[in-house]
């Protein structure tokens, strides 16, 4: 009796912190962002009210949607890129080097965590500019500037930037955790490598993969660094928009309905994205 | 001269600097089931490894059929193996995993779920066709991967220790299904096993390793009735290692001088070529009976005193020393050791015949 009561106040007392912290900073915040959309502006003053306006006035505007349409598309657009462009490399790492080898080359991935994001942005100003250095190689051969900062995929490569290593090293260990001996009979029963890599290796890493794919979607989706500064806001982005609204005559209550809807939309999509994950999973 | 369906010549394989499997001399022929037998480490799963393709050796060649196939990998050879943690695809049904192989073949869809389903249900686990591999019992997966290697109709099957996982009525179970199935089909079986019982239960052949070399290679019967060196007849059952120096021979029997008197043995084919070395010999422990006098039906006879008894089921281990302090072990049955009495009091003597001594390279 006396174990176990000692037992449960000490796991309480570990348990209680991070348990208050999460109501204090995550849940009460989230239930007053929901209080906050149905309150009104006067006279550039946010006033506790309880009005259906700001949900109607946002969801009316053609701006809106077209700006949700691309926030979604560029940050699902990034996920697959990311994917496909680690995998290569995630996949060399886990399986073909050696376990000294790969433990430097997992730590150089998570260095460039070490710098400031926006740092790493302001860096890509450089190399994207008009006359900056990719552009100034490429007239050098010829090819003539190609218009990469303010675009689309100025904001893409600074999604990439935020997410690559992450999603990198989320590959790399659900590529890691893989039994080998799956691999093995695979090539046993007469299986090329390369079917073996789509048949074997994609879907017995499935969650991982998923996964990785997902927190690139989450952390492109609410990004405003890359759509700035690289975008140049020629995007307007829901974190732009945000931004806008609450700058723009204090209209706090249009700007949670905003992020309100991101949220839905983020727990939406991470919801649907585990239930492919774990697909016949127990 | 036949060709043997697998042949290992003059095949070492070396890890940086340890060498797992030490100049591996062996012939394995069509229909047989040959069991490689030893303790962790002493080369026989790499050997395995070597002969499924997923082990290049460093000397020597692997052939099947008379080809080298040293440098065939797995993909690009007729070997199929069923692996120790079995190694079914997890995000496969069952019968998916089993029809892996001939979507490999492409062999078309139809026609691959019929053969795959004939195989499920030859091994009676066709009602689990369309389950998750994770909901199956041990005994039933490794019927899957089982159906999984034979689906394709190999001529060879390997297997590596894929009964350990199995509690022990089911490794009998599983044993009894393995014959069967090797008999039936008549391909051959390479088993590597630590396990002794395993081994002789089901193999033709058993080739003992140990340190990376081949210790023996025998029937069960030979190699539990003839060990023919130290390690084997440490390994295999409980026997007896005496030794001595030669003194004469008569009538095929051979007088060594041991501590405690003379040994007397039968001359064999082991014998060595000098025979003023000192000569040793096994004796097994079943072949080592104690009585309260001397028996001269017997030509070896000791005076014993008891060190130690363990009883294991129906049976006893006498634990003995000679006067000279040798130590014998002698295996007797209940029923003797009621007609013993109580060993702690008396003098009683261990013999056994030269008959069953043999003798054994170092």
Same mark, same amino acid.
């Given at each position: 009796? =006396?174990?176990?009561?000692?037992?449960? %106040?000490?796991?309480? $007392? *570990?348990? $209680?912190?991070?348990?208050?912290?999460?109501?204090?900073? *995550? &849940? $009460?915040?989230?239930f007053f962002l929901l209080v906050l959309s149905f309150w009104s502006v006067k006279f550039y003053r946010v006033q506790p009210d309880f009005t259906f306006s700001n949900w109607l006035y946002i969801f009316e505007k053609g701006y809106f949607w077209k700006s949700y349409g691309w926030t979604f598309s560029l940050a699902a657009m990034t996920s697959i890129i990311a994917s496909v462009i680690a995998f290569p490399a995630s996949y060399y790492i886990s399986f073909k080097l050696s376990e000294n080898i790969k433990r430097i080359v997992l730590l150089s991935l998570i260095v460039p965590f070490f710098t400031s994001y926006l740092v790493r942005i302001y860096s890509w100003q450089v190399f994207l500019n008009d006359n900056g250095i990719i552009n100034a190689a490429l007239d050098y051969i010829g090819v003539g500037a190609v218009a990469m900062i303010n675009t689309k995929l100025g904001s893409v490569i600074g999604y990439l930037t935020l997410s690559l290593p992450l999603v990198i090293l989320l590959q790399v260990?659900?590529?890691?955790?893989?039994?080998?001996?799956? &691999?093995?009979?695979?090539?046993?029963?007469?299986?090329?490598?390369?079917?073996? %890599? $789509?048949?074997?290796?994609?879907?017995?890493?499935?969650?991982?993969? &998923?996964?990785?794919?997902? *927190?690139? *979607?989450?952390?492109?989706? =609410?990004?405003?660094?890359?759509?700035?500064?690289?975008?140049?806001?020629?995007?307007?982005?829901?974190?732009?928009?945000?931004?806008?609204?609450?700058?723009?005559?204090?209209?706090?209550?249009?700007?949670?309905? &905003?992020?309100?809807?991101?949220?839905?939309?983020?727990?939406?999509?991470?919801f649907l994205a585990l239930r492919f994950a774990y697909k016949g999973k127990s | 001269m036949s060709e043997s369906l697998v042949e290992f010549r003059n095949v070492s394989k070396h890890f940086d600097d340890y060498t797992a499997v030490d100049n591996l001399n062996l012939s394995i022929e069509q229909g047989e089931f040959i069991a490689l037998m030893g303790s962790s480490g002493c080369g026989k @799963? @790499? !050997?395995?490894?070597?002969?499924?393709?997923?082990?290049?050796?460093?000397?020597?060649? #692997?052939?099947?059929?008379? +080809?080298?196939?040293?440098?065939? +990998?797995?993909?690009?050879?007729?070997?199929?193996?069923?692996?120790?943690?079995?190694?079914?695809?997890?995000?496969? !049904?069952?019968?998916?995993?089993?029809?892996?192989?001939?979507?490999?073949?492409?062999?078309? +869809?139809?026609?691959?779920?019929?053969?795959?389903?004939?195989w499920l249900d030859n091994l009676a686990i066709a009602e689990f066709a369309e389950r998750r591999v994770d909901q199956l019992s041990g005994g039933q997966r490794q019927r899957v991967a089982l159906a999984r290697t034979l689906v394709t109709e190999p001529e060879i099957l390997l297997l590596d220790e894929p009964l350990s996982a199995l509690d022990s009525n089911m490794v009998v179970h599983m044993q009894g299904v393995l014959t069967e199935l090797q008999r039936e089909l008549g391909i051959t079986f /390479?088993?590597? @096993?630590? !396990?002794?019982?395993?081994?002789?239960a089901m193999a033709d052949r058993v080739v003992i390793m140990n340190e990376g070399r081949v210790q023996q290679i025998g029937s069960p019967k030979d190699l539990y009735q003839r060990p023919n060196n130290h390690?084997?007849?440490?390994?295999?059952?409980?026997?007896? /290692?005496?030794?001595?120096?030669?003194?004469?021979?008569?009538?095929? /029997?051979? #007088?060594?001088?041991?501590?405690?008197?003379?040994?007397? /043995?039968?001359?064999s084919e082991a014998e060595p070529a000098d025979r003023s070395a000192a000569t040793d010999f096994a004796i097994s422990a079943d072949r080592v009976f104690v009585s309260r006098t001397v028996n001269s039906d017997f030509d070896n006879q000791f005076l014993c005193r008891l060190k130690g008894e363990e009883f294991v089921g129906s049976a006893v281990v006498l634990y003995l020393e000679t006067e000279s302090g040798e130590q014998i072990i002698s295996l007797v049955t209940q029923a003797q050791m009621e007609v013993l009495g109580d060993l702690k009091k008396g003098d009683y003597y261990a013999h056994w015949q030269s008959d069953h001594c043999h003798i054994i390279k170092p």
């Open positions: 009796m =006396g174990l176990i009561s000692n037992r449960s %106040i000490f796991s309480a $007392f *570990f348990s $209680f912190p991070p348990l208050i912290y999460q109501l204090a900073f *995550f &849940v $009460f915040p989230l260990f659900s590529l890691s955790n893989i039994d080998r001996n799956l &691999v093995e009979a695979a090539h046993n029963l007469k299986c090329s490598p390369l079917k073996t %890599i $789509f048949l074997v290796v994609i879907p017995a890493a499935r969650v991982g993969l &998923v996964l990785a794919a997902l *927190f690139c *979607f989450i952390l492109s989706f =609410g990004d405003f660094v890359s759509p700035i500064y690289l975008g140049g806001a020629t995007t307007q982005t829901l974190s732009i928009l945000i931004i806008d609204l609450s700058k723009a005559g204090q209209q706090w209550p249009r700007a949670a309905v &905003v992020a309100i809807t991101m949220i839905v939309t983020l727990l939406a999509t991470t | @799963t @790499t !050997s395995l490894r070597m002969l499924a393709g997923f082990e290049e050796p460093s000397e020597g060649e #692997v052939l099947l059929r008379g +080809k080298c196939i040293n440098h065939l +990998k797995s993909y690009q050879r007729n070997t199929p193996l069923v692996w120790q943690t079995l190694a079914l695809f997890p995000f496969l !049904s069952v019968v998916e995993n089993v029809e892996f192989g001939l979507r490999m073949q492409k062999v078309a +869809k139809p026609e691959r779920r019929k053969r795959a389903l004939k /390479i088993y590597v @096993t630590h !396990s002794q019982s395993e081994a002789f390690f084997v007849a440490g390994f295999v059952g409980k026997n007896n /290692i005496l030794g001595g120096q030669y003194k004469s021979e008569h009538n095929g /029997i051979w #007088v060594l001088a041991g501590n405690d008197g003379d040994y007397k /043995i039968k001359a």
